[in-house]
């Protein structure tokens, strides 16, 4: 199956808080594993990206968790701020070629003060 | 600058009619990407091309359709067959081993 399955549907964090954003999939063949940032009326733009071999990758305030035996991973902003309020997308795909993203649902932000 | 251009930005479609979206790259991206946005249905895929005069049907194909004469562009046909066309329409670009980049996509709305 091709499925990348993405929770929660919609979140409110306070100013300062984490947001957490977690993704399932199913194919192990899988080995890139990006995360998209969307504002409205806008396209998705890369946020940050993860390969299996690494459990945890860190960019600023972003962070991806991953874990292969469970096939999860996950997106942590610290210290949430409102400008990160955004609908921001899971996807994976096989690095090698061009294969297309599947892309999760995707979860919608909202960063309260 | 480099990027992915879309336009128009908003389309209006009436009853019966094709219209087409044109998406163009200066990326020099081999592989073209068309998707489908929907309120709380992520983004789901249209048409691909990996290279010049190849594409093939993604998940949504029907009432769709595409062409690649040129690297740089890949237009997309919505057809009178598609009979939900109103959405956010998203086209991306790749190269090999590079993650996608996205345009700013087209409004695409039934009058």
């Known amino acids: 199956q091709q499925q990348v399955k993405q929770s929660p549907q919609s979140l409110i964090v306070q100013k300062g808080g984490i947001s957490i954003i977690n993704c399932a999939y199913e194919n192990t063949a899988f080995d890139y594993f990006p995360w998209y940032q969307q504002f409205p009326g806008k396209g998705p733009a890369l946020l940050i990206a993860i390969r299996p071999d690494v459990s945890e990758k860190k960019e600023g305030r972003f962070t991806i968790s991953f874990n292969k035996s469970a096939k999860q991973f996950s997106l942590h902003i610290m210290d949430s701020q409102p400008g990160d309020s955004a609908t921001y997308f899971c996807a994976a795909t096989l690095n090698s070629g061009n294969t297309p993203l599947v892309f999760g649902k995707g979860t919608r932000l909202s960063v309260i003060a | 600058d480099g990027g992915i251009t879309q336009s128009p930005k908003y389309l209006f479609r009436k009853e019966g009619q094709n219209v087409t979206l044109s998406c163009e790259q200066n990326?020099?991206?081999?592989?073209m990407y068309w998707y489908r946005q929907d309120p709380g249905q992520g983004l789901r895929l249209i048409y691909y091309?990996?290279?010049?005069?190849?594409?093939q049907k993604g998940d949504i194909a029907e009432g769709y359709s595409v062409s690649r004469e040129k690297k740089e562009s890949f237009p997309l046909t919505v057809t009178s067959a598609q009979k939900n066309p109103t959405a956010f329409y998203l086209c991306?670009?790749?190269?090999?081993?590079?993650?996608?980049?996205f345009g700013d996509g087209t409004r695409l709305s039934i009058l």
């Open positions: 990326l020099n991206h081999d592989a």
């Open positions: 991306a670009s790749r190269v090999f081993g590079q993650p996608q980049h």
């Open positions: 091309s990996q290279i010049v005069n190849d594409f």
